[in-house]
């Protein structure tokens, strides 16, 4: 062991040990947390984005005219077909989108409970291409929004007869926060593995109920201006973990859809791509090639609308709010380095005996600063690497025991306290600290190496 090594880790082990031990507990707490919360901001990143694509897809092109004004879509089926075949697209579905008031009696009581929601048409073997929709289904059958002429409108869908009945009554798909807050269900009850309140309660109350959705567009019927509300049956329930769109979405047929909205027999007005990459720059990129395509070769307009236009103020939000508390947190380590250099400061006026001692035998200037700097450098060692186990094993409790966020994912968006440990970030927090630490003894330890041995044995 080299000399310098030698007398820093006697200096570590000596009389103000206490002192150092406090030194590396700051360094462990500071590395810890800001692993951990990197690390949860990393998993609230990922699953935000996750259940956000999840539910919108990667990229949405609308059909338009030349007069940039939408257009319906009605041979889809062969544009699905040719999009699903151009590079960096996998997967391919019609929907259409519509805003009506959902009206119901609650469960309990004789209350009227009303939402206005964007209700989304769908069909159920094509969405799972597009996104994850397919797989968020907690009671019920997708087969029953299957397009199958169930929902007639006298004369097409522009010139709806409100005295023409359906054959028969379309189901619906309610998002799961959206069916406890239409039927009265106490927010508190959560879907979990070992409490089947919820779900008995949507199995009970909620499941085959009617509701009416009612589009804000007003008509003129044979009794004069009136509105057009189609009736649904309840099929099922879905649960996407994005709040959100739990809370203000629901899922019907294609063929309902076109009622609700008017849109002319056999058409759609968004076509719902699920990419390869959906990097930003890749989403552009392939957007701008699939519009250029469909121009040249069909001379047919797509207005492209990618995911990050979806809910650009969160995600700027998500954005900003890991840059600071990443900045914020890292001042934890910055106390942690002032508690290093205070103590280094502390050992050189305590030592400058041993100091002068060490000089009038023969120890250059430069092993008297390698010491104090190697000092703090051992300090920022220790604390990393018992920093590096404890964030660690915070991160894992985090993820094994599934901790609920605040507010039941009404105010954070998640249901749960999500954690992605990246080891880049680690390997990036450990040297942050290591640097630190070792600088935190540079200017302790010039201080002891300008000392003269005459003056520093003067008085002893």
């Given at each position: 062991?080299?000399?310098?090594?030698?007398?820093?880790?006697?200096?570590?082990?000596?009389?103000?040990?206490?002192?150092t031990?406090?030194?590396?507990?700051?360094?462990?707490?500071?590395?810890?947390?800001l692993?951990?919360?990197?690390?949860?901001?990393?998993?609230?990143?990922?699953?935000?984005?996750?259940?956000?694509?999840?539910?919108?897809?990667?990229?949405?092109?609308?059909?338009?005219?030349?007069?940039?004004?939408?257009?319906?879509?009605?041979d889809?089926?062969?544009?699905?077909?040719?999009?699903?075949?151009?590079?960096?697209?996998?997967?391919?579905?019609?929907?259409?989108?519509?805003?009506?008031?959902?009206t119901?009696?609650?469960?309990?009581?004789?209350?009227t409970?009303?939402?206005f929601?964007?209700?989304?048409?769908?069909?159920?073997?094509?969405?799972?291409?597009?996104?994850?929709?397919?797989?968020?289904?907690?009671?019920g059958?997708?087969?029953?929004?299957a397009?199958?002429?169930?929902?007639?409108?006298?004369?097409?869908?522009?010139?709806?007869?409100p005295?023409?009945?359906?054959?028969?009554?379309?189901?619906?798909?309610?998002?799961?926060?959206?069916?406890?807050?239409?039927?009265?269900?106490?927010?508190?009850?959560?879907?979990?593995?070992?409490?089947?309140?919820?779900?008995?309660?949507?199995?009970?109350?909620?499941?085959?109920?009617?509701?009416?959705?009612?589009?804000?567009?007003?008509?003129?019927?044979?009794?004069?201006r009136?509105?057009?509300?189609?009736?649904?049956?309840?099929?099922?329930?879905?649960?996407t973990?994005?709040?959100?769109?739990?809370?203000?979405?629901?899922?019907?047929?294609?063929?309902?859809?076109?009622?609700?909205?008017?849109?002319?027999?056999?058409?759609?007005?968004?076509l719902?791509?699920?990419?390869?990459?959906?990097?930003?720059?890749?989403?552009?990129?392939?957007?701008?090639?699939?519009v250029?395509?469909a121009?040249?070769?069909?001379?047919?307009r797509?207005?492209?609308?990618?995911?990050?236009?979806?809910?650009?103020?969160?995600?700027?939000?998500?954005?900003?709010?890991?840059?600071?508390?990443?900045?914020?947190?890292?001042?934890?380590?910055?106390?942690?380095?002032?508690?290093?250099?205070?103590?280094?400061v502390?050992?050189?006026?305590?030592k400058?005996?041993?100091?002068?001692?060490?000089?009038?035998?023969?120890?250059?200037?430069?092993?008297?600063?390698?010491?104090?700097?190697l000092?703090?450098?051992?300090?920022?060692?220790?604390?990393?690497?018992f920093?590096n186990?404890?964030?660690?094993?915070?991160?894992?409790?985090?993820?094994?025991?599934?901790?609920?966020?605040?507010?039941?994912?009404?105010?954070?968006?998640?249901?749960?306290?999500?954690?992605?440990?990246?080891?880049?970030?680690?390997?990036?927090?450990?040297?942050?600290?290591?640097?630190?630490?070792?600088?935190?003894?540079?200017q302790?330890?010039?201080?002891?190496?300008?000392?003269?041995?005459?003056?520093?044995?003067?008085?002893?």
């Open positions: 062991m080299r000399f310098e090594w030698f007398v820093a880790r006697r200096y570590l082990k000596g009389a103000h040990r206490g002192r031990r406090i030194c590396t507990a700051g360094v462990t707490i500071g590395v810890a947390v692993i951990v919360v990197i690390s949860v901001m990393n998993g609230f990143e990922r699953e935000f984005l996750g259940k956000m694509l999840g539910a919108y897809g990667h990229l949405r092109l609308i059909p338009i005219t030349e007069a940039h004004t939408l257009a319906s879509l009605a889809y089926g062969d544009w699905t077909r040719i999009f699903g075949e151009r590079p960096g697209v996998e997967g391919v579905s019609p929907i259409i989108e519509h805003g009506v008031f959902i119901t009696e609650q469960a309990w009581g004789s209350k409970s009303a939402q929601v964007p209700v989304r048409g769908i069909d159920p073997r094509l969405e799972g291409e597009a996104s994850d929709l397919i797989g968020s289904k907690l009671l059958d997708w087969e029953t929004l397009d199958e002429g169930e929902v007639q409108a006298a004369g097409g869908a522009q010139a709806f007869d005295f023409a009945l359906p054959a028969k009554t379309p189901g619906i798909f309610l998002g799961i926060e959206l069916a406890k807050e239409l039927f009265g269900a106490p927010p508190q009850w959560l879907w979990k593995p070992n409490d089947d309140r919820l779900k008995y309660f949507l199995e009970t109350n909620v499941m085959g109920a009617t509701v009416r959705l009612t589009p804000p567009e007003i008509i003129r019927g044979p009794s004069g009136d509105l057009r509300p189609i009736e649904a049956r309840v099929t099922g329930i879905f649960k973990g994005f709040y959100d769109f739990d809370l203000r979405c629901a899922l019907i047929s294609l063929e309902t859809a076109r009622i609700l909205k008017g849109v002319p027999g056999g058409g759609v007005e968004v719902e791509f699920r990419l390869a990459d959906p990097d930003p720059a890749n989403t552009a990129k392939v957007a701008a090639n699939l250029r395509f121009s040249e070769t069909h001379q047919v797509f207005f492209p609308k990618l995911w990050t236009d979806f809910n650009p103020v969160l995600l700027d939000a998500v954005r900003i709010e890991k840059v600071v508390m990443t900045s914020i947190l890292a001042l934890v380590m910055v106390v942690a380095v002032f508690g290093i250099a205070g103590t280094i502390m050992t050189v006026l305590e400058t005996r041993e100091i002068g001692a060490l000089m009038a035998l023969g120890a250059r200037r430069r092993s008297v600063m390698a010491i104090f700097v000092n703090g450098f051992q300090v920022g060692l220790y604390g990393t690497i920093g186990i404890l964030g660690v094993l915070i991160c894992w409790l985090i993820g094994v025991l599934h901790i609920p966020m605040p507010g039941g994912g009404g105010v954070y968006v998640l249901d749960i306290v999500p954690v992605e440990m990246r080891w880049a970030h680690v390997v990036g927090i450990s040297i942050f600290s290591l640097v630190a630490s070792t600088l935190a003894g540079i302790p330890a010039w201080k002891a190496a300008r000392l003269h041995p005459v003056e520093a044995l003067r008085y002893e």
